[in-house]
């Protein structure tokens, strides 16, 4: 994002952002997955009336958001990546117009009350809504994958998995990160644990890729259940939904888990120890704080800190992809 300079510039990026929301929102993107289309066919296809039709989509244009040739407007490379719904391996939509767009009205209530608004029952009731239908259910994990997957690209080439021959993904959604992990490493075997209204999703992206023979679910709960053991215990954007006591909980099934001589990898949007320049790693916190009653980020220091009083040792922490690090510790 451009910073802001003047107090109009402060204006204009809200209503920048609006303009993109409202094309994610109507669709013009996996609208223009196709072929290019001209003002006319699009407005067929997004239900946009033709009155703001032809300023909408150029100021799209203006924006880098959309190209134009002529009288047709197309994605650009980027938009045509990320922002066709269609493309489920990247596209993250639906997750920041619906699933975090209703949190984002209620921050300001936050901020002064410190309360999760949509968590008052309690963390879990976050889970509870977000899996209400099957529809939901998969949307969240399809955004899910669609956020990790560059960090699980980084993990998969940048971990020494030729030490290990078993990997547990905790709190796994769909499976992407073990579904990258086993594909660049045929030695390995895996299984993901999440709540059970993941296991459909899960089969499905694992069948898809091939990897049902080597990676398997298991449902759980992984506050009242053991973990499964394995060589390499994998806790992705998972321990931030927690308050403290319940990430030293997740930590410490973690350490009790894994083979004496495994490691444990965190992977998050870890806040820099300084915090003051990961912007996304202390927005996503925030984030935590709305969604999640006692959901927080941290800081790399601070997971090093937490594992080393787990009894992990020899702990490091790796620049993975964008906003996100890992951290790593041994048993
Ligand atoms: C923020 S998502 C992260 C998904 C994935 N690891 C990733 O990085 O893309 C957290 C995951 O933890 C799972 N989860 C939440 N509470 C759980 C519980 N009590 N037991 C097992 N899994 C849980 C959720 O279902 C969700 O898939």
């Known amino acids: 994002m451009t910073v802001p300079r003047t107090t109009t510039d402060f204006m204009w990026s809200w209503w920048k952002m609006k303009t993109f929301l409202s094309a994610v ?83 300001v209530e936050m901020l002064r009350t410190g309360q999760s608004p949509s968590g008052r029952r309690g963390p879990g009731e976050f889970y509870e809504k977000t899996y209400a239908t099957d529809d939901s259910t998969r949307r969240f994990h399809r955004a899910m994958t669609a956020m990790s997957l560059a960090s699980a690209d980084a993990i998969a080439t940048g971990f020494p998995w030729d030490r290990y021959r078993t ?16 594909e660049r490493h045929p030695h390995l075997s895996a299984v993901g644990m999440d709540l059970p209204p993941a ?24 506050f009242q259940d053991p973990m499964p053991s394995a060589d390499v215990i994998v806790l992705g954007h998972v321990l931030h939904n927690w308050d ?20 444990v ?36 220091g601070d997971c090093r800190g937490w594992l080393e009083q787990h009894g992990f040792r020899d702990t490091y922490v790796q620049h993975l992809s964008g906003a996100e690090s890992m951290v790593v510790g041994f048993k």
């Open 265 to 300: 990898v965190v992977y998050e949007t870890m806040i820099d120890d300084e915090r003051q320049d990961n912007a996304v790693g202390l927005v996503l916190s925030l984030m935590m704080h709305l969604a999640l009653p006692g959901g927080f980020d941290y800081t790399s």
């Open 244 to 263: 403290l006591e319940d990430k030293h909980t997740l930590l410490k099934k973690a350490h009790e888990a894994l083979a004496p001589g495994g490691a």
């Open 25 to 107: 929102e109507l669709r013009v993107f996996t609208a223009l997955a196709e072929r290019p289309l001209t003002a006319e066919e699009l407005c067929d296809r997004t239900g946009v009336h033709s009155r703001p039709a032809a300023d909408f989509y150029d100021a799209l244009v203006a924006l880098d958001l959309l190209r134009r040739d002529g009288d047709r407007y197309a994605t650009t490379e980027e938009t045509g990546e990320f922002l066709d719904e269609d493309k489920r391996h990247s596209y993250l939509g639906d997750h920041f117009r619906v699933a975090m767009g209703g949190f984002a009205d209620e921050m």
């Open 167 to 182: 990997l547990a993904d905790i709190g796994c959604a769909e499976g992407a990160l073990p579904v990258r992990v086993l």
């Open 199 to 222: 296991r459909e999703g899960f089969e499905e992206y694992v069948a898809a890729h091939g990897l049902a023979d080597r990676l398997r679910f298991q449902p759980g709960d992984f």
